[in-house]
């Protein structure tokens, strides 16, 4: 319950390697899902995937041990999804990934692509780079904590994905960027004139919000003055034009 999930907050805390949670400054209720108590039982996994929005992670076991396997950026999805190994009325799920589409892509793709195949004991942190292919398999009853974050590192990218597909959360984590790490929010900047992205929607954003709840309250009053001028009568037409503009 509510209690335990509060124990669980208490405890936790984050590997002193990786301090910078970029996604932190636009608060809790604006950021995606971004931390996870993992229990998994032998045999079970992740199937292989690019962690979103351009993130990298951690991942400490806490009890048990895993099974990890990483390709570089760049690495076809078609081979790092084994689409052509994989057999005819086979299942992907990760224990078929790495019992019987791996070493098949081993053998087929020998010396053309590099693969990362290690196992982490109980006790141990790995860190997944943004952009890297992964999968995970448990080989012992586990348990894990898990945290995806953006620093410095990878803003570029995280801000790239973020502006398309986060757009709210992009503004409001441009304008804490400017309040809090100017020399962050340059490199955002640099990055959208690289690109040729427009920044109108990205600038001023306090001064955008306080205008779009002006507006809304205007547009209210109009509709109220509206409404009490055909129940008494012509009302103040000018005042209400106004109103409207």
Same mark, same amino acid.
Request: aromatic share 10%; charged share 35%; with cysteine.
């Given at each position: 319950?509510?209690?335990?999930? $509060?124990?669980?907050? *208490?405890?936790?805390? %984050?590997?002193?390697?990786?301090?910078?949670?970029?996604?932190?400054?636009?608060?809790?209720? +604006?950021?995606?899902?971004?931390?996870?108590? !993992?229990?998994?039982?032998?045999?079970?996994?992740?199937?292989?995937?690019?962690?979103?929005?351009?993130?990298?992670?951690? &991942?400490? $076991?806490? +009890?048990?041990?895993?099974?990890?396997?990483?390709?570089?950026?760049?690495?076809? @999805?078609?081979?790092?999804?084994?689409?052509?190994?994989?057999?005819?009325?086979?299942?992907?799920?990760?224990?078929?990934?790495?019992?019987?589409?791996?070493? +098949?892509?081993?053998?087929?793709?020998?010396?053309?692509?590099?693969?990362?195949?290690?196992?982490?004991?109980?006790?141990? /942190? %790995?860190? %997944?780079?943004?952009?890297?292919?992964?999968?995970?398999? &448990?080989?012992?009853?586990?348990?894990?904590?898990?945290? &995806?974050?953006?620093?410095?590192?990878? !803003?570029? %990218?995280?801000?790239?994905?973020?502006?398309?597909?986060?757009?709210?959360?992009?503004?409001?984590?441009?304008?804490?960027?400017?309040? /809090?790490?100017?020399?962050?929010?340059?490199?955002?900047?640099?990055?959208?004139?690289?690109?040729?992205?427009?920044?109108? *929607?990205? !600038?001023?954003? @306090?001064?955008?919000?306080?205008?779009?709840?002006?507006?809304?309250? !205007?547009? @209210?009053?109009?509709?109220?003055?509206?409404?009490?001028?055909?129940?008494?009568?012509?009302?103040?037409? *000018? =005042?209400?034009? =106004?109103?409207?503009?």
């Amino acid at each position: 319950g509510e209690v335990a999930a $509060s124990s669980l907050r *208490e405890a936790y805390a %984050v590997p002193s390697l990786f301090p910078e949670d970029l996604f932190g400054l636009v608060g809790e209720e +604006r950021r995606p899902p971004y931390r996870w108590f !993992l229990v998994g039982p032998k045999r079970s996994g992740s199937c292989v995937h690019i962690d979103p929005l351009g993130t990298a992670a951690w &991942n400490t $076991s806490i +009890r048990g041990r895993k099974r990890w396997v990483l390709f570089p950026p760049g690495t076809p @999805k078609h081979i790092v999804k084994g689409k052509s190994v994989i057999r005819d009325g086979e299942d992907d799920e990760a224990i078929n990934y790495f019992v019987d589409l791996l070493p +098949r892509m081993r053998r087929r793709y020998a010396g053309r692509i590099r693969i990362i195949d290690f196992i982490q004991q109980e006790g141990e /942190t %790995v860190f %997944v780079p943004e952009g890297w292919w992964h999968a995970v398999l &448990n080989l012992d009853d586990t348990m894990a904590v898990t945290q &995806n974050f953006c620093s410095s590192v990878n !803003l570029p %990218v995280a801000w790239r994905k973020c502006r398309v597909e986060r757009k709210k959360m992009a503004r409001k984590w441009l304008y804490k960027l400017d309040e /809090t790490r100017p020399d962050l929010a340059r490199v955002v900047r640099d990055v959208n004139a690289e690109d040729g992205f427009p920044m109108e *929607e990205y !600038l001023d954003y @306090k001064k955008r919000r306080r205008e779009e709840k002006r507006e809304k309250k !205007l547009k @209210k009053k109009a509709k109220k003055r509206s409404r009490e001028g055909r129940e008494g009568g012509d009302g103040d037409e *000018e =005042q209400q034009q =106004q109103l409207i503009r």
